[in-house]
């Protein structure tokens, strides 16, 4: 029976419901994603941007609205944004909200519907806040067509809402989908979007995203399917399922709702997810939230950050996201990163079991806190590699300096960047930034290796402070 394995204590994922094995690197996304963890939630905000009104499907229990701020349910939104406006929002609350973690895109509609500005979004979000996870929530259907775009921008998560496999059930949920400019309707349309659904959700997983699975749980046409559901997306790759609820109140104007189609009871969804739960993982602690949701889960701050209030000038994001990782890390380790030898380290691996990569060929770097409370991860920053050299960062591999200082600036508050190899050139730069650069570490276990050069720190400081020798440099 596999299961989820991570550095952090509370990921949320070690129950004894079956699940996918994820790698440590994965377990630590998990624990700080509050839609993933059920233990995150209560420590980490998420925000949705709401940059895409249309969808190319048609469901029975959806009915967008815009510029509507009195419901809470999936598809309602107060305004919809542009990607620019998106960004600079997503700047404005990342630096008013130090726990937000987590970035994503789940409508109105549905953001592959909407891939120019879905993408455009997506790509000006990575680079303007480099230290932040982006999420995607898809129903699916042109999901193939973009797996590897998504994971060039680095989406690690992504939500797929799955509500059927067997064709003539999924007829009674969809009406019609619009794929490659024509309409389909009827058992066409349904094994059509079933079909792109598993492959998109099998490459997905093959590329090593996490994919959390949302079932709606509608009583007479689904409930009794969706254990099916749990284990065959179980055996595509997918890691939880979340069963939710229908929404189904007349006054929402959706299909269901005229129909007079009953909403599930909480001892009918809790009875399907125990029964899902014998195949994977379930999350029982989503909120349905709105395609603009911001905060904490259940703390919806949305109409707190209007656009009418967002500056059109932002300054620097750097000292912003300095004081986002310091604050992190202060919530990972109950505090003990605040104690006077604790600091924070960068450490350059592929999937969090081993420091792996090369400095110049490394296209994000995990940010730990290292202190009394241990080695905890507290997130990542995205940069793009400055070395083109296939194994050397020697100067013809070099791209203009510039980029060089720009990945030095990323991390200036580490106290030191750990990794397999790194050139003269950077290996200096790093110095004079007052950064340590480690490679005595080198395909060993992160953990242990970071332990390790904490514990020689302190003794180095000790030495240092009662005059005995100076401090050496590097991992004993």
Same mark, same amino acid.
């Given at each position: 029976m596999a299961s989820c394995h991570s550095s952090s204590s509370n990921s949320g994922c070690g129950s004894s419901s079956p699940g996918v094995s994820l790698t440590p690197l994965q377990a630590d996304k998990v624990a700080q994603h509050p839609c993933y963890s059920r233990f995150?939630?209560?420590?980490?905000?998420?925000?949705?941007?709401?940059?895409?009104?249309?969808?190319?499907l048609q469901c029975h229990y959806c009915n967008r609205k815009y510029d509507c701020s009195n419901e809470s349910r999936p598809g309602v939104v107060s305004e919809v944004l542009s990607p620019a406006e998106a960004i600079a929002k997503a700047r404005h609350v990342a630096a008013a909200l130090p726990q937000l973690s987590v970035i994503g895109i789940a409508g109105p509609g549905d953001p592959l519907a909407n891939i120019a500005r879905t993408f455009k979004t997506l790509e000006g979000l990575r680079l303007a806040l480099?230290?932040?996870?982006?999420?995607?929530?898809?129903?699916?259907?042109?999901?193939?067509?973009?797996?590897?775009?998504l994971v060039d921008i680095g989406v690690d998560h992504v939500t797929v809402t799955v509500n059927a496999l067997d064709v003539d059930i999924a007829t009674q949920i969809y009406p019609w989908l619009w794929f490659d400019g024509e309409r389909l309707e009827g058992r066409e349309a349904a094994a059509l979007l079933l079909e792109r659904q598993q492959e998109g959700i099998r490459r997905l997983t093959a590329?090593?995203?996490?994919?959390?699975?949302?079932s709606v749980l509608i009583p007479g046409i689904n409930d009794r399917h969706l254990p099916a559901v749990s284990e065959k997306v179980r055996e595509w790759g997918a890691f939880l399922h979340n069963v939710m609820p229908l929404i189904s109140q007349p006054e929402h104007g959706t299909v269901y709702g005229l129909r007079g189609q009953p909403e !599930?009871? #909480?001892?009918? %969804?809790?009875?399907?997810?125990?029964?899902?739960?014998?195949?994977?993982?379930q999350m029982a602690h989503c909120q349905q939230c709105r395609?603009?949701?911001i905060g904490m889960l259940g703390e919806d701050r949305s109409q707190s950050f209007p656009m009418s209030a967002i500056p059109r000038n932002a300054g620097s994001y750097l000292p912003v996201m300095r004081r986002r990782a310091q604050i992190q890390a202060g919530i990972a380790s109950q505090g003990e990163s605040?104690? !006077?030898? #604790?600091?924070? %380290?960068?450490?350059?691996?592929?999937?969090?079991a081993a420091i792996d990569e090369h400095f110049g060929h490394a296209r994000r770097f995990q940010i730990y806190s290292v202190s009394a409370a241990g080695v905890i991860p507290i997130g990542e920053r995205f940069t793009p590699p400055f070395c083109t050299g296939k194994t050397d960062c020697d100067d013809e591999a070099l791209q203009p300096e510039l980029r060089l200082d720009a990945v030095v600036d990323l991390l200036a508050d580490v106290a030191a960047v750990f990794c397999a190899r790194i050139g003269m050139g950077p290996w200096q730069r790093l110095e004079q930034a007052g950064i340590e650069p480690c490679v005595g570490g080198a395909w060993q276990p992160v953990a242990a290796t970071?332990?390790?050069?904490?514990?020689?720190?302190?003794?180095?400081?000790d030495a240092v402070a009662t005059g005995q020798g100076p401090a050496i440099k590097g991992v004993a």
């Open positions: 995150a939630h209560h420590r980490y905000a998420r925000m949705h941007l709401a940059v895409a009104p249309a969808c190319n480099p230290d932040m996870k982006l999420c995607l929530s898809t129903n699916g259907l042109a999901l193939p067509d973009v797996v590897d775009r590329r090593g995203v996490l994919v959390k699975i949302n !599930p009871t #909480a001892g009918e %969804v809790d009875e399907v997810r125990r029964l899902c739960g014998g195949s994977m993982q395609a603009d949701a605040e104690s !006077p030898d #604790a600091c924070l %380290v960068a450490v350059a691996t592929s999937h969090g970071l332990g390790q050069w904490w514990r020689q720190r302190g003794k180095e400081t």
